[in-house]
């Protein structure tokens, strides 16, 4: 899998759009990008992936770069609740989970 | 529903006694896994499983077993615990060959 960078901790204003980034540099042609969160203690939650045109889904919207070097998952209207650590995964789409790899991700916090 | 269910959800228990803490999923899925989560080290592979009989160790299966008889459930076993493995455990499911996983609530297992 391509490493994935993204910073440690942000801070956002509740009702305002939270944009979290990911650098993913070496990306192949085949590797998607995947987000998940964990809300604190709770499992992971699956947000919402893409290979290279803009994905939008009742969570979050997923905007790639056409280099496909660093993408942005954009919470519209962040609220309270979406304080949680946000993981980016590359992953090849019919790898498998297997050796799925989390890493730090970044920790939002939504300020009310 | 559909869901990963996993219990017990809380466990304290000594230094050496035998548990199991089961995994059960409803969604037909091929692949489950298990990780730990512990401060500062994020989500880390135990074992994971493609399909029944098929497992195969993740990034830390010292000191854990699994078993995969049956489709749907994917017990992690601790033989002999001890302290180190105080954690929090977090099954997961999904379809062979997607990255989109579906995780159970999480297991919180302290070995005194």
């Known amino acids: 899998d391509a490493k994935t960078t993204q910073p440690t901790s942000m801070d956002c204003a509740e009702g305002r759009a939270a944009n979290l980034p990911c650098n993913h540099s070496?990306?192949?042609?085949?590797?998607?990008v995947y987000w998940y969160r964990q809300i604190h203690s709770q499992g992971p939650q699956y947000i919402i992936h893409?290979?290279?045109n803009n994905e939008t889904n009742e969570m979050a919207s997923l905007i790639i770069t056409e280099d496909r070097k660093s993408s942005t998952l954009i919470l519209p209207h962040a609220t309270l609740r979406d304080t949680a650590v946000y993981y980016c995964?590359?992953?090849?789409?019919?790898?498998?989970?297997?050796?799925?790899?989390f890493g730090q991700g970044t920790r939002l916090t939504i300020n009310p | 529903e559909a869901q990963v269910t996993q219990n017990p959800r809380y466990l304290i228990t000594v230094t050496g006694k035998k548990l199991t803490v089961t995994c059960s999923q409803n969604?037909?899925?091929?692949?489950m896994s298990w990780y730990r989560q512990d401060p500062g080290l994020g989500l880390r592979q135990i074992y994971y499983?493609?399909?029944?009989?098929?497992?195969d160790k993740g990034d830390v299966p010292e000191g854990y077993k699994v078993s995969r008889k049956e489709k749907r459930n994917f017990p992690l076993i601790l033989e002999s615990p001890s302290p180190n493995q105080t954690s929090l455990y977090f099954c997961?499911?999904?379809?062979?060959?997607?990255?989109?996983?579906?995780f159970g609530a999480g297991s919180r297992l302290t070995v005194l």
């Open positions: 997961a499911s999904t379809f062979s060959g997607a990255n989109v996983l579906t």
């Open positions: 070496t990306i192949s042609g085949n590797e998607y």
């Open positions: 893409g290979l290279k």
């Open positions: 995964i590359v992953r090849v789409a019919l790898q498998g989970a297997q050796k799925l790899v």
């Open positions: 969604m037909n899925h091929e692949y």
């Open positions: 499983s493609m399909n029944v009989e098929v497992t």
